[in-house]
Nanobody, 124 residues
Framework: QVQLVESGGGLVQAGASLRLSCAAS?????MGWFRQAPGKEREFVAA????????YYADSVRGRFTISRDNAKNTGYLQMSGLKPEDTAVYYC????????????????????WGQGTQVTVSS
């Protein structure tokens, strides 16, 4: 009965910032963020290891987005800056439990649990 709940999505103008949160009912997990735009397949955005010491970003968001986590709160974050209309999508957080502390992956099929998604819309 693992639960992941995203929050923080909304409608913003291009250039704005937004922080997404992912509250999880589990601990000791690698976390990833993915997004899916209308008519497109879900794509990788960012990932962070259980320890928080290892991160990785898709080329399209590197330098604009920052992934982080607060393990004391079992919560992950995606800080989004310099938002562009092409960032418009439903954003999902995902967890892979039981990994080594510095483990990280960008492969969607390796994540076991997923949140319900939160809509991010960026207007021009």
């Amino acid at each position: 009965q693992v639960q992941l709940v995203e929050s923080g999505g909304g409608l913003v103008q291009a250039g704005a910032s937004l922080r997404l949160s992912c509250a999880a009912s589990l601990s000791n997990y690698a976390m990833g963020w993915f997004r899916q735009a209308p008519g497109k397949e879900r794509e990788f955005v960012a990932a962070i290891s259980w320890s928080g010491d290892t991160t990785y970003y898709a080329d399209s968001v590197r330098g604009r987005f920052t992934i982080s986590r607060d393990n004391a709160k079992n919560t992950g974050y995606l800080q989004m800056s310099g938002l562009k209309p092409e960032d418009t999508a439903v954003y999902y957080c995902a967890a892979r439990p039981g990994t080594a502390r510095d483990y990280i992956t960008l492969y969607e099929y390796l994540y076991r649990y997923w949140g319900q998604g939160t809509q991010v819309t960026v207007s021009s």
